[in-house]
């Protein structure tokens, strides 16, 4: 099953068929649907190993909703014919971030142990192996945020969500969370330490996309 969202209704000139013209598509005789459109990926996303094209795919069936999926090495967005370029723009961000989010990383943590171990590495080459936590583990009750630390007892936890993404978003994750048994709150020493992720912008990137993808459903075709 593919990702699917539904979109507010478009804004702009009509052209007298009632759908709006898009710059750069071909109409399909007789199909309701449009020619395939390759379009630049979204700055900030990585795409998924052994995807190198982004497609958007319009039909004028669509109404309401976009949708993704991937097919062989491209990730192919379907929206409304209607859509500008602006809507476009951010639904194949919001959608490829989705369908790369749900794919596998090449080296997934799947235990507990794993996580451990990658803890450890990453609080040495970011941190001179000062943040030490106690047990570091994955978690399903966590809808609302991607980690948490107890930094009274080291303890850390990893949102179970985070299991399909990249394993460099888990990554920046993780540390976020070993920097917080160094520093509690969110104080320049905090982010300084932080910011020795090279990935650091791009996975905090990564992650609001996703976010915004789940908090922008809406009900309707």
């Known amino acids: 099953m593919h990702p699917s969202k539904a979109v507010p209704a478009a804004h702009g000139t009509q052209s007298a068929h009632g759908t709006q013209s898009v710059h750069g598509t071909q109409s399909v ?12 990926p979204p700055a900030g996303v990585e795409l998924p190993e052994g995807v190198h094209q982004v497609v958007v795919r319009r039909s004028e069936r669509r109404r309401r909703t976009v949708a993704a999926r991937r097919e062989g090495d491209r990730i192919v967005v379907m929206l409304p014919a209607r859509m500008n370029h602006a809507e476009q723009e951010h639904w194949v961000a919001q959608m ?44 399903s009750n966590q809808r609302s945020r991607w980690g948490s630390c107890t930094p009274a007892d080291g303890t850390i936890r990893l ?17 976020h969370e070993l920097v917080h048994l160094l520093h509690p709150d969110h104080s320049s020493a905090f982010h300084e330490l932080l910011a020795h992720y090279e990935r650091a912008e791009r996975a905090r990137g990564f992650l609001e996309g996703w976010s915004a993808s789940e908090m922008s459903q809406t009900s309707g075709d």
């Open 29 to 40: 005789h007789g199909t309701g649907c449009r020619a395939d459109m390759v379009v630049p």
């Open 96 to 139: 490829v971030t989705k369908v790369a989010a749900r794919t596998p990383s090449r080296g997934p943590l799947a235990g507990d142990d794993d996580l451990a171990r990658r803890a450890d590495t990453l609080s040495v080459r970011y941190l001179q192996g000062r943040a030490r936590p106690s047990s570091v583990r994955w978690v």
């Open 159 to 175: 949102s179970d969500r985070l299991r399909a993404m990249p394993t460099w978003v888990i990554d920046y994750v993780l540390l």
